[in-house]
């Protein structure tokens, strides 16, 4: 059964025209306006107007070019998203905004004061999507030579993450006075130092921004492995899963809920949301036309290099009609693991290398959900009304079409079910999640004040 009354619905985007991988050569699909704000401003106003929940902007901090199709090909260059939220927050009320970040390739402190801004300036509609950086490119553009160890980004992660919340912790709720009268601008018996000194941190603090709308804007994790389970039942509010049936849903769920009740840590202080890939029309056969013609759009080479990144080997110089080469043992590998195992189920059924490749490339890691409104709204109703997903990330193919006709001919449908709200309740993203707010962990002791009048 449920654990909430109605499904949580996150618009998510990857690329500007859309989670296919070459969307962008559709004939419907955006140009040079994915470097504009009314593009984004349009997409966000649709799915408000349909009451979503949030946009969850994904992101990567380079070009995808290892294999060398990332420039020419894909559809990799984006706007840098801290940014593009803060100007979307501007001309918007009640929707959310899940912005990614790296924990690899910044610092605690830069990280706190600017998600503190953001929720400060949306009034509590923030959330950070907490990534470690798996791309060598990425790597190459902060002065290393190679991937930083998987094990060594999880634990920068782990420690990342306790700096963070202990700077938004550093000012206590009532902390702000800009008493006039006193002069005192704040009370300094509510403002914290850190004296943070960790394995890969040394931070004094406290943030110089005061305790923000939510005490913690939400946090995200997205990725499936072990460490990433770990980490996101450890800190986070809210999990982007990746599974492709009822029965991996199910047994993925049960695996979140046991990690959960070991930290003590009920289920209903989590948020699982899978993804999935929603291709809606008029009838399931008009579905069926739409997505093969984004298939038709797909290049061997892109998908090559897609598999190639995903399983950490060159696919180029091997045969493409032939069986994929022996794959790095997950244990070792500094790259994907999620993206990986997933490669190697794959693998297992048989298919070539040209086939595996298309095939991911295509469809991605998570479910299609093709047809009707109605058949749409069946497929996202049976995983919720069983209790395996609290909502979805929805993965729409191609933008800005796709985006539209889920939000004017699902989302109605799912609120005829009562399955989703009608109207926005009051207050924050994390109320309206019906997660905790937060207390600051200084809250009930003193130590080291800072002096602030």
């Known amino acids: 059964m449920p654990s909430r009354q109605h499904m949580v ?34 997409l966000v106003e649709a799915a408000e107007q349909a009451k979503l929940d949030t946009i969850f902007i994904a992101d990567h901090l380079g070009i ?78 902060f002065g290393l030579d190679g991937n930083i160890r998987h094990a060594t980004r999880y634990q920068r992660a782990g420690e990342f993450l306790d700096v963070v919340k202990k700077l ?38 406290p943030l110089n921004v005061a305790r923000s709308p939510q005490g913690h804007p939400l946090l995200v ?53 899978p993804g999935v890939l929603p291709i809606v029309a008029a009838s399931r056969d008009e579905a069926a036309e739409r997505h093969a013609a984004l298939e038709d759009l797909m290049i061997d080479r892109v998908s090559i290099d897609l598999l190639s990144s995903w399983s950490g080997v060159d696919l180029s110089s091997y045969p493409l009609d032939g069986p994929l080469p022996e794959l790095p043992d997950e244990s070792t590998f500094d790259g994907w693991r999620t993206w990986l195992n997933i490669v190697k189920n794959e693998a297992n059924k048989g298919l070539t290398i040209r086939q595996l490749a298309r095939k991911i490339a295509n469809t991605g890691s998570v479910p299609i959900l093709s047809g009707s409104p109605v058949d749409v709204a069946d497929q996202l109703e049976a995983w919720f009304v069983a209790g395996i997903a609290d909502g979805y990330n929805l993965m729409f193919p191609l933008l800005p079409d796709d985006w539209i006709n889920f939000t004017q001919s699902v989302v109605p449908e799912l609120q005829r079910r009562g399955l989703f709200r009608t109207a926005y309740e009051p207050g924050t993203f994390r109320e309206r999640l019906g997660l905790r707010r937060p207390d600051s962990q200084f809250a009930r002791g003193v130590a080291n004040p800072a002096s602030t009048c």
């Open 221 to 273: 994790q997205a990725g499936s492995s072990e460490s990433g389970k770990e980490l996101a039942t450890d800190h986070t509010d809210v999990h982007f899963a990746v599974f492709k049936s009822e029965e991996e849903g199910r047994r993925y769920r049960a695996d979140i809920n046991q990690r959960l009740a070991q930290k003590g840590r009920a289920p209903d202080s989590f948020v699982l949301l």
């Open 9 to 42: 619905l996150s618009a998510f985007f990857y690329n500007p025209q859309g989670d296919h991988r070459l969307s962008w050569r559709h004939d419907n699909a955006p140009k040079r306006e994915i470097f504009d704000l009314d593009y984004y401003r349009k």
């Open 168 to 205: 938004w912790d550093s000012w206590e709720d009532d902390a702000l006075l800009i008493d006039k009268k006193s002069g005192y601008f704040a009370d300094p018996s509510k403002i914290h130092y850190l004296d943070h000194a960790g394995e890969h941190f040394k931070v004094r603090g």
């Open 64 to 141: 995808w070019d290892t294999y060398e199709s990332g420039v020419a090909h894909y559809a990799n260059a984006r706007l840098e998203p801290l940014s593009l939220v803060s100007a979307l927050a501007a001309v918007t009320k009640d929707i959310g905004f899940i912005v990614t970040a790296s924990t690899s390739y910044t610092e605690p402190f830069n990280i706190a004061r600017t998600f503190a801004s953001m929720d400060h300036i949306s009034k509590g509609r923030v959330g950070w999507n907490v990534v470690t950086s798996a791309l060598e490119e990425e790597a190459r553009n």
